[in-house]
């Protein structure tokens, strides 16, 4: 019987998929951001959560999980991918990483023809012809500063991610509070029936 690859439901963060990150990193894939918000999400009727794990080279791979920790589906970018390779770590990360490499020049097509389309001037039919000298430099400034706001927006959803999980500690550390006054309460209890008797 095939073993398959289980993830962390209950908290998934990068401590938990530190192995898999490391493995991306052997397959050439570095990772630039990490992202979880631990949040539930119904698909096809069961329980899932995602990790967003970004990469140096601009792709990002969605993994989402469900209850018993298995991958119940693969996203590159905005697809979602068939993957065969679950029986391990390594060979997960190998076949992933090898379809980011496969997707790399798509990819940065697709950039750029988002990028021209955010300079073409559309502003009158009969606008002056540009150089070839004009357009590559409009196209570099935008491109400039569709990375300026991909940076903007990483460091955004960090600092949200930071803020949720130093939340989430406030929240654990204020249960160990209650539990720990719960617990001497109880023994204050016990002492009081102890010198009853």
């Not at 990469?55 to 993957?83: A, W, Y």
């Not at 997707?103 to 039919?125: M, V, Y």
């Not at 991909?150 to 160990?176: F, I, Y």
Request: aromatic share 6%; no cysteine; charged share 30%.
């Amino acid at each position: 019987m095939t073993k398959f690859i289980q993830f962390a439901f209950d908290n998934p963060n990068e401590r938990e998929f530190k192995k898999l990150i490391d493995a991306f990193k052997r397959n050439g894939q570095e990772l630039s951001e990490f992202f979880s918000n631990n949040r539930v999400v119904k698909l096809d009727r069961q329980r899932t959560k995602n990790v967003i794990l970004y990469f140096v080279s601009g792709q990002s791979v969605t993994l989402s999980i469900n209850e018993t920790g298995d991958l119940f589906k693969v996203k590159l970018n905005s697809t979602v991918i068939p993957v065969k390779e679950r029986s391990s770590v390594a060979k997960l990360a190998k076949e992933l990483a090898n379809k980011i490499e496969a997707n790399q020049k798509r990819f940065e097509a697709s950039l750029a023809r988002k990028a021209a389309r955010a300079i073409k001037d559309t502003s009158t039919k009969r606008a002056v012809r540009k150089t070839t000298t004009q357009r590559m430099n409009e196209a570099k400034a935008a491109h400039a500063a569709a990375n300026n706001s991909l940076n903007a927006m990483q460091t955004e959803l960090k600092e949200v991610t930071e803020k949720a999980a130093r939340a989430e500690n406030n929240v654990t550390e204020e249960r160990n509070l209650i539990n720990a006054a719960k617990a001497e309460k109880e023994q204050l209890l016990t002492q009081l029936d102890a010198m009853d008797e």
